[in-house]
């Protein structure tokens, strides 16, 4: 058993600088004795059109969270679909009772819609990266978060996705080591 566990989850489709940053930070402030990086297998709230196959996904995330104190996970891959964050947390729990869940603040907006969220709420204790230069709780929040000191970062992956399909450049937005497999996949 561990002291404290941060889950970092999402689609990481593709994982980009923003993700890394932003686990860094969340590394950096609250120093968890394991920061788990977990790749959805099955987003319920996503088009499994537009998603790269789990594996891939998975390799991207190694490649890019590789540090020493980053643990890519593929709970997901194992557990039933769709991945309910739910469910990762229940079976982390098993282990870990000090759990932190890392979300973007454009994920805390609509939290309250996520598949059993008042059970997650019980469970872990939510920290909350910023996206947008409100200082103001939504209100659909009705509950207690952490909200991370970070800098707001303006890259997603459906941009990146978006900015291959145009032909642009995503040099700089995505690691150096993923970048020609990201390329091929979303053009």
Request: glycine share 4%; proline share 6%; charged share 30%.
């Amino acid at each position: 058993m561990f002291a404290m566990l941060m889950l970092f989850g999402g689609s990481f489709n593709p994982p980009h600088i923003g993700h890394r940053i932003i686990a860094e930070i969340a590394y950096d402030e609250f120093k968890p004795d394991r920061f788990l990086i977990v790749p959805s297998k099955n987003p319920p709230h996503k088009s499994i059109d537009f998603i790269a196959n789990f594996d891939k996904r998975y390799s991207w995330c190694e490649m890019v969270f590789f540090e020493h104190y980053f643990e890519v996970s593929d709970i997901e891959n194992k557990l039933p679909s769709p991945s309910y964050t739910i469910r990762t947390i229940e079976y982390l729990s098993n282990f870990d009772k000090n759990i932190y869940l890392l979300i973007g603040e454009d994920s805390l907006k609509n939290f309250h819609k996520w598949y059993k969220w008042e059970e997650i709420l019980k469970k872990v204790k939510l920290v909350v990266y910023p996206r947008y230069f409100e200082e103001k709780k939504p209100d659909s929040v009705d509950f207690e978060y952490v909200k991370l000191e970070s800098p707001i970062v303006e890259i997603s992956s459906t941009d990146i996705r978006q900015r291959i399909k145009k032909g642009k450049t995503v040099k700089g937005l995505v690691d150096d080591k993923i970048i020609k497999e990201v390329l091929k996949e979303f053009s």
